[in-house]
């Protein structure tokens, strides 16, 4: 009896937890709402069988205990009931199915009016491009990433020249239009997703995959990343805003071309230039952006000289001696509101020089000034 | 299996299903190493079908060109190229081993110890001589230039590198095969299954088929695709 | 058929130990074997345990800062691998395989019983390279328990370099050891069955061993080559899985690999994986609900023919874990449509436990609970499979919380709930004596009970959107809200009373080792062959001086006109006369 009741109890408080919980799928910002209705059929072909088992079981249980000397029916097989389950079963299989393909024929045809915008991920952060005026875009080789040319755009290739580049890991879109996310990576496995659109594709490197979907609602998203992609993987977001048409041409014509990136660049210094490469080589942009932006770690914009809260409460003054210790050993002090991810680096004396010299030019003369 | 067909002449499909439907045994008169043998032949053949299917994958997906098989393949004998000459003898040893296997076999029916030992022998001194060969083979493509990881040629690094794997796996297969066949043969030879009867031999010569046989598709992948 | 001679079985030579290394060590006797790979399972299982609830540790409350994110990610790879190969693999095959076969086909031994000690102590081996890991420098993997490439070699993951090595190294000699034991477990089943024991007459729990014995010998091959192909990328610098990459700023020296190649030879060996743990379990608890519900387990043939589908089917359907992954998208149509087939015969096999309790006479032992509870966490997680593998409806939930739920009710909770029970059912004929049954059902209820309120909750974090795999949250958002964090700190606690709470089952399989009742050579009143040996726990070489016969199947039970509820496999039929 006690058994019983408990399977019973189980089931049925697995369905009243159902409709009193405060967790169901986030509001849709797509037009993908065929997917949650492919999720609902099968949610309650499903959670019928569940019950229906899960009773039946409870109720034999009871009804069937056991009595001493008592004879259970011999029945070794019963031909007519298995073939009814059975085809009750696939019936069930087949109505879940269906549409499910149905959708997923959807999900995977592009519609040709979609506009391309194409992500790049990488440890740990998200970069976007867009095609620009010509609506091409520049081809890429992987051989030409560095910090000056992110997403490795061949040089000499005109259709580059005027590709919209963004690495502040945001993106904004227009509602109502088809969208093609062309997804790459340049180093691991990511997941480019955004649970309001429901839509998500791993990015692996030397591919490009995709996903579409036209944007309904307008609003700010997260944007996660879905695949373990290393030890800063749940660091890893970005913000999608969905704009209105006019919101969104206000944005864009914000953005800066690949020729107006490198346009734009002050000559450096030989040895902030150098410092700059040693920079790239070790990696350090993965986490550290030189535009103001907070990605893994501190952004290195306008640092040097500023006093900074640590986790532990204290102020230190961002200097030479804390930015030394930092690179030898990263978890000794960390700036408030970041993850202890960083791993100690080596780096000889000449190079620590070039790269000190690097990081006090990213602090502008104005900047420098009043902190002080 | 071959007994069960006689007995039962109703035909393949009718006594395999007696066979699987009897009771202790299903395949009948068939030693447990002979089955396990077989079973675990089936289990390797996943295991080449899986470097096999991985190296079609690869060569279908890279984007750097593949070597011509013809070309790095070759051997100049009197200063002339002659394409898969190499490969040829190889080949042509390994399956000239099988004949000398099945014979042995033949003679472990018959009793014939002597016979056993010196035909598992020469099996086991042919396998030798292609593992020599392989060895040689090896030599010459990395003093060529071609590595497992790179390669001089413009080529695909996968080249090197599935070649190397490929038939690194198989040559230790056919050392290995060396190895157990040597020591069954002086087993054979002291006598120690006088008693218990050849079956090991034939077992043996399950596996030294099997390795001939992963030779043949692996000389159709590599060589002559 | 010319029949009733046992050249081999009859008179087979067994090597009888002459001291303690043999008996207890080096022992050739498959109980004794059953017994080493049980205990070492539970041991490396344990280790997984502790692992798991530091995690959920970590998960709730994250501000106590009790570790870095590289000991998370290297803990939930270590976690996933070893409960899925190193325990639950190794305990279903390994301790239920070898202790199970012999006795339920009437064999007094395994085929190769030198074979069989060298796979338990190549196993041992296998444990212990896999636990070197969190001693060689950086750690063991961190790079998730399904190891893809171009991340486990990459800077960027905790054991990149030796950890990765050791995993795979490890994994390579598991798959020797599984080889070995594997064998013999096929060979037995098909060539020493004792007179009488036709295939269609063999227990269930011997099929499910046997098919997913099959399962494993020709899925781990993918595993091994993969294995392999992973560490030339990683030490002498092929570029199998490994496409040119910038790894944190570094030009790498590879070109022109194939990430997706892994992930292919990697699932071609993970989903039958799935069902080498998932068949055996069926099996077990076929019997076991058979056992004490009295009565036969409804449609046998059919659930043997289940069996067989499943088996050959889990073969075709490994793509459903790639999704997702970048494949050619109409992979998608084909192995939705292949993993939802797999959906039939398994929904039958849960139909006929339950119409097994119908009519039946439903005897609540301990082990009969958790052969109950099995059933209907299975049924859970069964039917969440059927939304992972309808192919629209993965794309929102892969990678969330939903999966980890989905894979813990039906790969996790159910199978341990098996062994549990497992354990439960045969330990009278291992070592002669009883369970505690106070202990027992105290701790079926909390593991039970505790189980379900851990993960039924989960997958609604899935459908919020809450990601797997995530160290931190980072707070409030909108994928991860303040009930969130509520539900997350309710189950971390739960989970810590059921980790706890496993300690009593070991307490009870120690204490009652030594002080545990007596038990009768048949305390179940079972059918099946290992109850009928002539000792219990039964010498080496099982069965005396002459092998059983059987005539009839292993679920003769209420046969009508017949005075006890139960007939002995090994029981003469009444003759006609």
């Keep these: 009896m006690a058994v019983a009741l408990v399977i019973l109890l189980v089931v049925i408080g697995s369905v009243i937890f159902h409709y009193l919980n405060p967790w169901a799928f986030l509001p849709i910002a797509s037009q993908w709402q065929f997917i949650d209705v492919t999720v609902y059929i099968t949610f309650w072909i499903c959670g019928v069988a569940f019950v229906i088992l899960g009773a039946f079981m409870a109720w034999a249980i009871n009804k069937y205990k056991y009595r001493e000397g008592r004879f259970s029916r011999y029945e070794p097989e019963n031909a007519p009931l298995e073939k009814w389950l059975t085809g009750i079963t696939t019936i069930g299989v087949v109505v879940m199915l269906a549409p499910g393909l149905i959708v997923w024929d959807d999900y995977i045809n592009v519609p040709a009016d979609a506009m391309e915008v194409e992500v790049q991920g990488e440890q740990w952060t998200w970069k976007f491009r867009l095609p620009g005026e010509d609506g091409i875009f520049g081809t890429v080789s992987t051989e030409n990433i560095d910090s000056l040319n992110p997403f490795g755009i061949n040089e000499g290739d005109p259709h580059g020249e005027d590709d919209i580049l963004i690495t502040t890991n945001t993106l904004h879109l227009p509602v109502d239009r088809n969208v093609k996310m062309l997804l790459r990576s340049k180093d691991v496995l990511h997941d480019f997703w955004v649970p309001r659109i429901r839509a998500k594709m791993d990015m692996v490197p030397g591919m490009v995959t995709y996903f579409w979907f036209r944007p309904t609602e307008v609003g700010e998203l997260d944007i996660l990343c879905a695949e373990l992609c290393g030890k800063s993987h749940f660091n890893m977001r970005g913000t999608l805003y969905l704009d209105t048409e006019e919101d969104y041409r206000n944005w864009l014509s914000n953005q800066v071309t690949y020729a107006e990136m490198k346009a734009g660049r002050k000559p450096e210094e030989p040895i902030v230039a150098e410092g700059r490469m040693v920079a790239d080589k070790n990696g350090c942009f993965a986490c550290h952006s030189l535009d103001g932006s907070a990605t893994v770690g501190p952004t290195w914009l306008d640092m040097w000289g500023r006093s900074v809260e640590m986790t532990d409460g204290t102020q230190v003054v961002i200097d030479e001696q804390y930015v030394r210790e930092s690179i030898v050993d990263p978890t000794a002090k960390i700036v408030a509101g970041f993850a202890p991810t960083m791993i100690p680096y080596e780096l000889s004396e000449e190079d620590l020089h070039a790269l000190m010299q690097f990081l006090q030019a990213q602090t502008s003369v104005e900047e420098a000034t009043e902190a002080l | ?225 | 058929m010319a029949q009733a001679e046992i050249p081999y079985q009859e008179s087979m030579e067994l090597s009888h130990p002459h001291s303690w290394w043999t008996k207890y060590w080096f022992s050739q006797d498959h109980k004794v074997i059953a017994v080493q790979y049980g205990i070492t399972a539970i041991a490396v299982g344990l280790v997984a345990l502790v692992l798991s609830d530091l995690m959920r540790i970590q998960i709730a409350f994250p501000e106590w800062e009790i570790m870095s994110p590289d000991f998370y990610y290297q803990a939930i790879t270590m976690h996933g691998m070893i409960m899925v190969i190193y325990l639950l693999t190794a305990f279903l095959l390994g301790a239920f395989g070898n202790f199970c076969i012999p006795l339920m086909c009437g064999a007094r031994d395994m085929a190769f019983p030198f074979v069989n000690m060298l796979s338990y102590h190549v196993y041992l081996l296998s444990v212990l390279i896999l636990l070197v890991g969190y001693f060689v420098p950086g750690g063991p993997t961190g790079a998730g328990w399904t190891l893809y490439p171009p991340q486990t070699i990459t800077a960027g993951t905790p054991g990149n370099e030796w950890g990765i090595t050791t995993m795979l190294a490890s994994l390579a000699v598991f798959i020797v050891a599984f080889t070995m034991g594997g064998l013999n477990y096929i060979t037995t089943v098909l060539q020493a069955r004792t007179r009488g024991m036709t295939l269609m007459r063999m227990p269930l729990t011997v099929w499910g061993i046997f098919m997913a014995t099959f399962l494993g010998l020709l899925a781990f091959p993918a595993l091994f080559v993969s294995a392999i192909m992973m560490l030339l990328d990683k030490w002498i610098g092929t570029s199998f899985f490994m496409p040119a990459i910038v790894s944190l700023g570094e030009h790498l020296e590879y070109s022109g690999g194939q990430p997706l190649l892994f992930q292919h030879l990697f699932w071609f060996f993970g989903h039958p994986e799935v069902y080498i743990v998932a068949l055996p379990a069926f099996g077990v608890v076929s019997d076991i609900i058979s056992v004490n519900a009295r009565k036969n387990i409804f449609g046998y043939r059919l659930m043997v023919w289940a069996l067989v589908a499943i088996g050959i089917l889990s073969f075709i359907v490994w793509a459903h874990h790639m999704f997702v992954a970048g494949m050619h998208p109409f992979f998608g149509f084909f192995f939705a449509t292949t993993t939802l087939i797999i959906a039939v015969p398994t929904a039958i096999k849960v139909y006929n436990w339950i119409l097994t309790l119908w009519r039946a006479n439903v005897r609540l032992t301990v082990p009969m609970l958790y052969a109950l509870s099995f059933v209907l966490t299975f049924i859970l997680g069964g039917i969440t499979g059927l939304f992972l593998g309808n192919v629209i409806i993965d794309v929102p939930l892969s990678d969330t919380y939903f999966v980890v739920a989905h894979f813990h009710m039906v790969m996790g909770v159910a199978p341990i709930l098996v062994i549990f029970g497992g354990i439960y059912h045969w330990y009278p004929k291992i070592t002669g004596r009883m369970l505690n049954d106070r202990i027992g059902r105290v701790h079926f209820w909390i593991t039970f009970l505790g189980t379900y309120i851990i993960y039924f909750p989960m997958h609604y974090l899935g459908f919020i959107g809450t990601p797997r795999r995530y160290f931190d949250n980072l707070g409030v958002s909108d994928f991860y809200p303040m009930s969130a964090h509520y539900l997350n700190d309710v189950i971390t606690i739960v989970a810590l009373v059921v980790g706890a709470s496993q300690l009593l089952y070991i307490y009870n399989l120690v204490y009652s080792y030594f002080r545990g009742e007596k038990a009768s050579p048949n305390p179940w009143g079972a059918a099946s062959l290992e109850w009928c040996t002539p000792q219990t726990p039964p010498e080496h070489g099982n069965w005396g001086d002459t092998l059983p016969t059987v005539h009839r199947w292993a679920y003769d039970y209420s046969v009508p006109g017949h005075d006890k509820d139960f007939i002995a496999q090994n029981e003469p039929q009444r003759s006609p006369a």
């Design chain 2, 1 to 225: 299996m071959a007994e069960a067909t006689n007995q039962n002449p109703q035909g393949a499909i009718e006594s395999t299903v007696v066979d699987w439907s009897s009771d202790q045994t299903v395949f009948k008169g068939v030693p447990w190493g002979k089955a396990m043998m077989w079973i675990f032949l089936l289990s390797d053949t996943f295991i080449f079908t899986c470097f096999l299917v991985s190296y079609m994958t690869i060569r279908m997906t890279t984007g750097a060109p593949w070597p011509e098989p013809s070309l790095v393949f070759g051997l100049t004998v009197f200063g002339m190229n002659v394409p898969l000459l190499l490969i040829a003898i190889m080949t042509f040893i390994l399956i000239t081993s099988s004949g000398t296997m099945a014979l042995a076999v033949n003679m472990g029916y018959r009793g014939n110890k002597n016979g056993v030992f010196w035909l598992m022998l020469a099996t086991a001194l042919l396998g030798l001589s292609f593992v020599g060969m392989q060895a040689f083979e090896w030599s010459k493509l990395i003093s060529e230039g071609i590595y497992a990881w790179e390669n001089q040629m413009e080529a695909a690094p996968q080249f090197g590198s599935i070649f190397f794997m490929v038939t690194g796996f198989h040559g230790l297969h056919v050392s290995a095969g060396v190895a157990y066949l040597a020591i069954i043969a002086f087993r054979v030879r002291m006598g120690k299954y006088d008693k218990k009867g050849y079956d090991i031999v034939e077992i043996t010569g399950l596996y030294w088929h099997f390795v001939d046989l992963v030779w043949v598709f692996i000389f159709a992948f590599f060589y002559l695709w």
